[in-house]
C-alpha cells in the first residue's frame, strides 16, 4: 500500500495516492490558484526530494531540482493531459529531467549523454514513463503501481506492451 500523508485543502483531507484530487489542484495551480499549488506543493514535495535524492546524491543540489521541478509544474501546470499519465508520474518526470539539467551542470556531461534513447520515442506516455523508471530506478511493478498511484494491473500491461513494442521496434 502506497504511503499516503494527510493535508488539509480548504476543510477536506487529500492523500497522496489519491490521483483525482491531485489532478484538481494541477487544474487550480493552471489558473492561478496560489493556495492549491501551495497543498500540491506540501504534499508531493517529500516523494519528488525522494526522487532527486536518487539522482543526485547530494542533499543541497536535490532541494535544487525540486525548487525549479515545481517552478516548472507551476508553469506548466496547464499542460498537463490527465489520458497520458497519473499527476504524480507527470511530476516525477518533471523532477527527473530537471535531476538530468542539474547533473549536467555540475558534471559538465557533453550534451546528448543523458538523453532518452530514441527507441522509447515510439512508446506511449505510460509505457514510457513505466518502463524508463523500472529501468533507471530500478522498481519494481508494485513498486510503480505504488509510485504512480495506479492499479497493479495496468502497471504490469504499460510493462509488458511498452517491452513488446520496444522489442518489435529493435527487430524491425
Known amino acids: 500500500m502506497a504511503h499516503c500523508h ?3 485543502y480548504g ?3 487529500i492523500l497522496i495516492s489519491d490521483a483525482e484530487y491531485l489532478k484538481k489542484l494541477l487544474a487550480q495551480c493552471a489558473l ?3 493556495r492549491a499549488f501551495e497543498t500540491l506543493y506540501r504534499s508531493v514535495a517529500p516523494r519528488l526530494q525522494n526522487v532527486a535524492l536518487q539522482c543526485i546524491s547530494q542533499r543541497d543540489l536535490a532541494e535544487e531540482v525540486v525548487q525549479e521541478s515545481f517552478v516548472r509544474i507551476w508553469q506548466n501546470a ?3 493531459d490527465p ?3 497519473a499527476p504524480v508520474a507527470w511530476m516525477i518526470a518533471i523532477t527527473h529531467d530537471q535531476a538530468i539539467e542539474q547533473l549536467r551542470m555540475h558534471r559538465e556531461l557533453p550534451e546528448g549523454a543523458l538523453q532518452q534513447p530514441p527507441c522509447l520515442e515510439q512508446l506511449d506516455g505510460m509505457q514510457r514513463q513505466t518502463i524508463t523508471t523500472a529501468y533507471f530506478q530500478g522498481r519494481s511493478a508494485k513498486e510503480l503501481a505504488e509510485q504512480l498511484a495506479a492499479p497493479l494491473g495496468s502497471v504490469k500491461v504499460w510493462l509488458r506492451r511498452g517491452m513488446e513494442r520496444l522489442r518489435g521496434g ?3
Open 6 to 8: 494527510p493535508l488539509i
Open 11 to 13: 476543510r477536506t483531507v
Open 32 to 34: 492561478g490558484n496560489r
Open 78 to 80: 496547464a499542460q498537463y
Open 83 to 85: 489520458h497520458l499519465s
Open 170 to 172: 529493435l527487430e524491425a
